[in-house]
């Protein structure tokens, strides 16, 4: 008989067990009893670009209609800026929640823990249009009370553009081997916060954060860790 009426046996095991070490093979396990809610717990990882293209466009369009380009640059760049913020916030100050009680345990695990577990799981890699659009939404609201109805647009464009770089950066560092200069360096930077300390590097997309608040590493990243933090 199931211990919990819509958890599963083998997430609380996992949660509240032992933490387990990386294992780029594993995969995270069923969280929820119910086939909706579970798969509402996982996203392929095309799934952000095919669902926030035509906001962003859309966003483009009204910030177009309402400022001239450099205007509409400027707070489109605002916008990615916020992104970064809350990038590094949520995954430092949510995601990695201190597991202090059974019920937080639990939740950080469905969150994010799940993710350190099985870092080669593309089901959960990226996130759900639930948790993306929420918070798009939450953002789109306070841009609205805070810059204007006409500054909003574009602002959440430059949110969005910056949400978009930051599933490439987090996916092409567990799954690619990227050519460029960048690329290699926020790869580097993201592995050592799975394979090395998980109390630092918390921006993927972006290291300002991590630089103004002093969470960067200052440990280079062991020789190995790009071969073996690539699953086939």
């Known amino acids: 008989m199931?211990?919990?009426p819509v958890l599963t046996d083998a997430l609380l095991d996992a949660a509240l067990g032992p933490e387990a070490k990386p294992d780029l093979q594993a995969r995270s396990p069923r969280f929820f009893h119910r086939p909706l809610f579970e798969r509402l717990t996982r996203a392929h990882w095309a799934s952000p670009y095919l669902l926030w293209s035509a906001p962003i466009a859309v966003c483009l369009v009204f910030g177009t209609a309402a400022y001239g380009p450099a205007p509409l640059a400027l707070w489109v760049a605002g916008g990615w800026l916020v992104w970064t913020f809350v990038e590094y916030w949520l995954h430092r100050g949510f995601f990695h929640l201190a597991p202090t009680t059974p019920a937080r345990?639990?939740?950080t695990f469905i969150v994010h823990r799940h993710h350190?577990?099985?870092p080669g799981d593309r089901d959960r890699l990226v996130a759900t249009p639930l948790y993306s659009g929420g918070l798009a939404l939450l953002l789109f609201g306070v841009y609205g009370l805070v810059a204007g109805?006409?500054?909003?647009?574009?602002l959440l464009a430059?949110?969005?553009l910056g949400y978009l770089a930051y599933e490439?950066?987090?996916?092409?560092a567990h799954h690619r081997r990227p050519r460029t200069a960048l690329g290699r360096a926020l790869r580097r930077r993201h592995l050592r916060h799975h394979f090395g300390d998980r109390a630092v590097d918390f921006?993927?997309?972006s290291?300002?954060?991590d630089l103004v608040f002093r969470t960067c590493s200052k440990r280079p990243a062991a020789e190995d860790m790009p071969d073996r933090a690539c699953p086939p």
């Open 203 to 205: 921006g993927i997309s």
């Open 116 to 118: 350190h577990v099985a």
């Open 105 to 107: 345990r639990v939740t």
């Open 207 to 209: 290291p300002l954060w």
């Open 149 to 154: 109805p006409e500054a909003r647009w574009p």
């Open 168 to 172: 490439w950066a987090h996916y092409a």
């Open 158 to 160: 430059g949110t969005l």
């Open 2 to 4: 199931a211990r919990h």
